[in-house]
């Protein structure tokens, strides 16, 4: 996974080069890999109007189809038009708790392969390898897997049973890495990347062509010390580029507050922070509560993790427990059982405050003045507590942190609270690290004046090919959450409209010029490498 193993040429341009080795980067390595899907001939799709439309040109594979004829009248989980395609074809019924098979079959075909290279700063599976390991995932196990390995399957094999048909984050990291090597993707993929540019370099006037440039730091191991340790280098690359993919993510910079006193020692913005201080037993029974700031599922998280070593919480988030959006009141019960366990205990223990004296009932200056605070414990509740150490601040916003380890909440209707505790964890999401291109990338959003986010501002791009609409110039393409799609289940729809344009433009444009005959001996080098590849996995399944 040595960028100097990749038999680069100085100079050589390479079709395709994907930032970001988490699941997108990998289903679209594993569609640009001469994995081909076709409509089987015996397979039906139980719905009639979308069989109807695959079976007019069974012979041509997903890829030379018309996804936007394809897309036509189908509803699902997701904006993405082709997220929806793709998904009701891996999945087909999955919403309506179906167990269909999928209609599809693959077949592997190298003549196909467009080359390409897949850059991560660790392991295939990206941000999967950070998450928290203890946690079930949100969606269901089949939900997580990528085209050609059942997940279920792969999980069988790993313990004795699949518990609530869902996995830990630790499950799916490992899942996607061995994925990477059962399907012999191991040779388009290179691991400790940083990627620090990307710039788009203009055609010149003896007819070369405009491309991507591609920088970055890769670390490598250096010499063995006296111990057996080794000293890591970070030595330099440059590709170059004629499509560039970006697919790193959003969970690379955690969100903040903005408030005073959030760089205080005690205030934390993230999991393993809390995980680190229960490890070093420095949260118990006894201690100060932990204020948990947030209302999606890290902040569940941490609530269950604190409240499973009794240590009290205090729970602040902006929404009303009742708000649709808020992520508990989409969750089936029986699917998430310790998700509306949470939900209970913010909707039955939730601090009800003091109601003001009658003459300052309309003085907001009164209620906005912390100077006299109301110091609560968290059993404090209006009703008998059936969680004790528990309570909830809807519709609260933190205004500050003191060093004394005293916050500052806020209602809606500007009452103050100071409450007292041990640890603060801020988690309210996180924003992607995309400092690689100008202006952080921020152009590219929908609102280019406002940082690139997954919800309130992403990569706007083309839904039928995943082209950047602001990009530079022509090949650049998003995919994941840079575009929305927080969920494994409907990013691998990116992958299938970036493949499927990318091969579109290699059938009209392949072999012309100089391009065409460079791109030509690059993919019959790429092709014999794929076979040999192949051809080794096949000998060590028939050897095992």
């Known amino acids: 996974m040595d960028l100097h ?96 098979s999928s209609p599809l079959e693959w077949r592997y075909e190298p003549e196909r392969a467009i080359p390409h290279l897949v850059l991560g700063k660790g392991p295939p599976g990206g941000a999967w390898h950070a998450m928290e390991g203890s946690m079930l995932t949100l969606s269901l196990a089949n939900w997580m897997e990528l085209p050609g390995l059942k997940l279920k399957d792969w999980l069988r094999d790993k313990r004795r049973n699949v518990r609530n048909d869902r996995a830990t984050p630790a499950e799916i990291a490992s899942y996607y890495q061995h994925y990477v090597t059962q399907m012999s993707l191991e040779q388009s993929f290179a691991c400790g990347t940083t990627v620090t540019s990307v710039t788009r370099q203009p055609s010149n006037q003896e007819g070369s062509p405009a491309y991507w440039r591609v920088t970055g730091l890769q670390r490598r191991e250096g010499e063995e010390l006296g111990d057996g340790s080794s000293v890591s280098e970070e030595v330099p690359f440059s590709l170059l580029a004629h499509n560039v993919v970006l697919a790193t993510g959003t969970h690379d910079i955690p969100a903040r507050l903005g408030v005073e006193g959030e760089s205080l020692p005690f205030v934390c913005h993230s999991f393993w922070e809390l995980e680190a201080a229960i490890s070093r037993g420095e949260l118990d029974q006894s201690s100060d509560p932990v204020l948990v700031v947030g209302a999606g599922l890290t902040a569940a998280d941490a609530v269950l993790a604190a409240h499973h070593l009794n240590t009290p919480v205090y729970h602040a988030f902006r929404r009303s427990v009742t708000n649709p959006g808020l992520i508990f009141n ?12 949470v939900h209970q205990m ?132 998003a995919m994941g959450p840079l575009v929305g799609e927080n969920f494994v289940r409907f990013l691998k729809g990116g992958a299938l409209a970036i493949a499927s344009d990318l091969a579109k433009r290699q059938r009209e444009g392949g072999g012309r010029g100089e391009r065409g005959l460079a791109t030509d001996r690059l993919m019959d080098k790429w092709v014999d490498r794929q076979v040999t590849a192949q051809t080794e996995a096949e000998v060590c399944v028939l050897d095992s």
Do not use: W
């Not at 397979?43 to 936007?68: F, I, V, W």
């Not at 089936?332 to 509306?340: D, F, G, I, S, T």
């Not at 916003?397 to 409450?419: H, I, N, W, Y």
């Open 5 to 100: 193993d990749k038999e680069i040429l100085p100079g050589e341009i390479l079709p395709v080069v994907i930032i970001g080795n988490g699941p997108s980067g990998i289903c679209l390595s594993y569609l640009l890999s001469g994995y081909t899907p076709y409509l089987s001939p015996e397979a039906s799709h139980p719905n009639p109007l979308l069989h109807s439309k695959l079976g007019e040109q069974p012979h041509l594979s997903l890829l030379e189809q018309d996804l936007e004829y394809l897309c036509e009248g189908l509803e699902g989980r997701s904006s993405n038009p082709v997220a929806v395609l793709f998904d009701s074809l891996l999945l087909p019924g999955s919403d309506f708790g179906l167990d269909h």
């Open 330 to 341: 989409q969750l089936p019960k029986m699917l998430y059982p310790e998700y509306h366990k």
């Open 346 to 477: 913010m909707t039955q223990q939730q601090h009800q405050p003091s109601p003001p004296p009658q003459d300052h009932a309309r003085n907001l200056h009164h209620h906005s003045n912390p100077s006299s605070p109301v110091s609560l414990s968290p059993s404090t509740s209006s009703s008998p507590s059936s969680y004790p150490g528990y309570l909830s601040f809807p519709r609260h916003r933190v205004v500050a942190f003191r060093p004394d380890r005293k916050c500052v909440l806020e209602s809606d209707s500007g009452q103050r609270t100071v409450v007292q505790v041990s640890k603060a964890l801020v988690l309210i999401g996180a924003h992607p690290n995309l400092s690689y291109l100008d202006d952080n990338g921020c152009p590219l959003g929908i609102n280019p004046k406002e940082p690139i986010t997954c919800r309130r501002n992403p990569i706007e791009v083309d839904p039928f090919t995943n082209k950047v609409v602001a990009a530079d110039g022509l090949g650049m393409y």
